[in-house]
């Protein structure tokens, strides 16, 4: 029988185990993080040592943590290793990989516009965006390997580009969930399909960690100018309305 | 053949156009509008004292000219008409038309929880809410009419428990998609699920008139509290992002 490929989980959160369970078909995931508690059908739980050492490498802690884990792991990384991060911005996690990860490594961004909600269904169809970082090659391969093995809808984009578009996004979507969810108990019966679409939306963030909320809005560097924006025009918007 | 009863539709909008296609299998329609051009496939054009004059009459003029409205039709009603009004908000028209309409009138409030682009693929399961203005029977006989004959989801409430609720289902819902139509042209590629779905609330409230968006956020007694709460939790999560 042939030997699936080890690959090296660093974080086991919500997200680390969605990426467990549709990657171990295709490969023998070996997890690392102080808050797992034992093996389980996807990973089998390591120590940093060994989950580094691991040909494939992929990080899926939250990016606040991101410089501190790339520190640790740089001297346990295999020579020639692909490294690869999920997080939710990329400017910054491209910038700090390049900094404090050896030269022999590989390195890939991805950002999976998606999380364990929206991806209850399946992984065909979701979209994924994916950054060169360190090797025009391998961010070929990886794009290519996604929307093979995972029927994922991929963008081939810079971390600039994928920051920009991705401060509008999910910059936007977070802070008005935010706000929403504060006003809970919201109407649920005279309700109309444009607010329930509006709902929808919200639910599918409401249980997305604070470190989630806090990279989308602080880690983006173009967060805050869309923010900055969409707050000014809902001031103009309140003027309106008062006078 | 039986022949069916007359229904006057004042106001030939699009949602009144969007009434006129519903109720025209069970009403001879005669619809007076100013800015209609001729008979259609679902009503006839009338002069004003024709359509005041049917044994029911439908207001589907803005909010803003109800009240003059209702002063032209006065005169012009059929004595124990039903007089159903179908504006956003239902506090003011509530009072206006018991105001306004002759003693003679029996009038119940209704709020259609959806419009053109909600209903295009038909009404079964929509919502709308139904007032008790003047007669409880009629309001009541108007409640069953629209589950039996339309398949409406109807809701019984008073003119104050649908505006507080419609405060922040549609104050909020109109407020927030005034704001991200005015950031357009806004990203379609590197979407997630959750900015989809608010993104379709927003396009099926995107050619709403001015005078709904009015009528929501002025007319309804609510809005301005809600509205207050709304800004003052933005205010917030501005505050500690900027810290």
Chains 1, 2 share one sequence.
């Not at 880690?219 to 309305?241: H, T, W, Y």
Request: hydrophobic share 45%.
């Amino acid at each position: 029988m042939h030997k699936k490929p080890r690959l090296g989980l660093i974080g086991y959160g919500a997200f680390g185990k969605l990426t467990a369970q549709h990657l171990s078909p295709h490969f023998d995931v070996r997890a690392y993080d102080p808050a797992m508690d034992a093996d389980d059908a996807h990973a089998a739980k390591v120590d940093l040592a060994e989950a580094a050492g691991c040909p494939v490498v992929i990080l899926a802690v939250p990016v606040g943590i991101l410089e501190q884990t790339l520190t640790e792991i740089a001297p346990k990384l295999s020579a020639g290793a692909l490294v690869i991060d999920v997080g939710s911005v990329k400017v910054k996690p491209a910038e700090a990989m390049l900094r404090l990860l050896p030269d022999h490594v590989r390195i890939v961004g991805t950002h999976p516009l998606f999380g364990p909600q929206s991806a209850k269904d399946g992984l065909a169809g979701l979209r994924i965006a994916v950054c060169e970082v360190r090797g025009a090659k391998d961010a070929r391969r990886t794009a290519a390997w996604c929307r093979k093995m995972l029927a994922l809808k991929v963008f081939n984009v810079t971390p600039e580009d994928h920051d920009r578009e991705a401060a509008t996004v999910q910059g936007l979507t977070h802070l008005i969930a935010r706000v929403l969810l504060k006003m809970e108990p919201l109407p649920t019966r005279m309700t109309t399909a444009s607010f329930e679409r509006l709902m929808q939306g919200v639910d599918m963030v409401r249980h997305d960690s604070p470190a989630v909320y806090q990279a989308i809005e602080r880690d983006n560097p173009f967060a805050a100018g869309v923010r900055e924006r969409f707050f000014s025009l809902f001031d103009k918007a309140r003027g309106e309305l008062d006078s």
